[in-house]
């Protein structure tokens, strides 16, 4: 199924995205690495609060490349997302609905998305420069010291991704693979 979606989202929401569903996103949504989620989880330990709104967000795993002149942004593709899976079900029980990433994550993730709803998107990797086009604006909103790991806040319109794991632990990367060669 093909969807556009404005973000924020709410959990009850997450509830009617599956596994499988093309997405178009608009709206505003927060860029972090592992840089920031190390710092955004430090700072939580201390007894600090988070330098961004974490409620209904959604959350991409980026660091982009700066931006040429003209540019709002430079190559946006998405980063791995094993890399904030150790701090990632910590700001999903504190109410982060999305993540935009690539590849699988693990299994204390899909079990706090099941637990809080929140759903998992893939980005197309090796994509940046096609994707840095759908960022209509970018701003530095945290952590501006990491440089390109600073947190961003993000407005995109039309950012096209893929609901990888639903809030229902459905898995499109656990599916079987369909061979389209005959036999």
Known sequence: MERKITLPITKEFVCNLNSGDYVYLTGTLYSARDAAHKRMIETLAAGGELPIPIKNQTIYYLGPTP???????????????????????????????????????????????????AVYFAAVGGAGAFLSKCI????????????????????????????????????????EKISLSSK
């Open 136 to 175: 209509v604006k970018a701003e530095i909103a945290a952590y501006e010291d990491l440089g390109a790991e600073a947190i961003y806040k993000l407005e995109v319109k039309d950012f096209p991704v893929i609901v990888v794991i639903d809030d229902k632990g459905e898995n499109l990367y656990n599916q």
């Open 67 to 117: 931006a040429k002149e003209g540019q709002v942004i430079g190559s946006a593709g998405p980063t791995t997302s094993t890399r904030m899976d150790k701090y990632t079900p910590t700001l999903i029980e504190l109410g982060i609905t999305g993540m935009i990433g690539k590849g699988k994550r693990s299994e204390a993730v899909i079990d706090a998305m099941k637990k809080y709803h």
